[in-house]
């Protein structure tokens, strides 16, 4: 069965830090672009950060960029998502998703979906 599973959310306070976790069974993450993608109460699901299966480029949404670092361990078919410096916007439900094809960081359309870590920055 092929499952992406997302860990490492909680409650932190602003300037805190977390690092996501996307572990994958059933399928090889490094043949993938990998997608975190963030939901926040009452609005859309958007994209956060992407990285690339060919190069491992990265995307980072300009509301993150220098402060979330997105990374791949092969080893342990996992992807990360290091958030530092966290603000209450950052507030969400984090989503990961693995996408084939294409060489850029992120997909228009991925394939599976792991069922998210909640995030939650408040004082």
């Known amino acids: 069965q092929m499952q992406l599973v997302e860990s490492g959310g909680g409650l932190v306070q602003p300037g805190e830090s977390l690092r996501l976790s996307c572990a994958a069974s059933g399928l090889t993450l490094d043949y993938y672009a990998i997608g975190w993608f963030r939901q926040a109460p009452g609005k859309e699901r958007e994209v956060i950060s992407c990285?690339?299966?060919?190069?491992?480029?990265?995307y980072y949404r300009d509301s993150v960029k220098g402060r979330f670092i997105i990374s791949r361990n092969s080893a342990k078919n996992t992807v990360y998502l290091q958030l530092n410096s966290l603000k209450p916007e950052d507030t969400g439900v984090y989503y990961c998703?693995?996408?084939?094809?294409?060489?850029?960081?992120?997909?228009?359309?991925?394939?599976?979906w792991g069922q998210g870590t909640q995030v939650t920055v408040s004082s």
């Open positions: 998703a693995a996408g084939g094809g294409g060489i850029s960081p992120c997909r228009s359309y991925y394939d599976y």
């Open positions: 990285i690339s299966s060919n190069d491992n480029s990265t």
